[in-house]
């Protein structure tokens, strides 16, 4: 079957950096994403690794190692609207024919 | 570019009844896909279709929920009859193939 794994919250202030992780198992690994969701709202996409290593899009940045079964999204320059969930979630193009499973979720607040 | 559009956003029903959720997909996108948002959980998937073809519904309680995607377009996810624990978020997705999928705000569904 598939987990992932991620904390329940986390808080910072503004301006701060945070880490979220995420741990995986699945049969048939084929990606991580990572999906933002404010209260309410729809989730929306941030990133998306394949291959280890580090992706950068603006203030967030995405890893990736594979042999680790491990990944983070990195949060830079906090910002009150960066309050939200935080899914990261695997893409599985194994048996299941390319279904994305998600984590419970990481609630972020930031605190001014 | 018009996004996901899903109705209603709103629904509040008695146990044992019916309800129906209609989504609309981005234009173009061939693959669309059914979510179940628990309150603090993530999405897991109900549905997944290619084009017409339900690809993957190996996680629709069958007994109680259908969907159908007769044009290759829009979609409807049926609930009947309705149980306390079916009360929750049903998200509509949409993708082009490629590593991304792009939801829809959501109906919320209320069974009482």
């Known amino acids: ?107 972020l607040t930031v605190w001014p | 570019e018009a996004g996901v559009v899903q109705s209603p956003r709103y629904k509040i029903i008695e146990k044992k009844q019916p309800v129906a959720f ?25 549905i997944r279709y290619e084009n017409e073809e339900a690809v993957d519904d190996s996680q629709l309680p069958k007994d109680r929920f259908s969907a159908e995607r007769l044009k290759g377009v829009d979609s409807t996810l049926k609930i009947q009859p309705a149980e306390l624990g079916d009360s929750a978020v049903y998200l509509c997705a949409s993708g082009d193939g490629g590593n991304t999928i792009y939801f829809g705000e959501g109906s919320w569904l209320t069974v009482v």
């Open chain 1, 1 to 107: 079957g598939q987990s992932l794994e991620q904390p329940s919250e986390v808080t910072a202030v503004e301006g701060a950096i945070v880490q979220i992780n995420c741990t995986y198992q699945t049969s048939g690994f084929y990606g991580l994403s990572w999906y933002q969701q404010h209260d309410g709202g729809a989730p929306t996409f941030l990133s998306y690794n394949a291959l280890d290593g580090l992706e950068e899009t603006g203030r967030f940045s995405s890893f990736l190692s594979r042999s680790d079964s491990y990944g983070y999204l990195l949060l830079q320059e906090l910002q009150m609207k960066d309050s939200a969930s935080y899914f990261c979630a695997v893409l599985d193009r194994g048996s299941t024919l390319g279904r994305l499973y998600f984590g419970r979720g990481t609630q």
């Open chain 2, 22 to 46: 209609w989504c609309n997909p981005i234009s173009g996108h061939n693959t669309l896909y059914w979510y179940r948002q628990n309150l603090g959980q993530g999405p897991e998937l109900l």
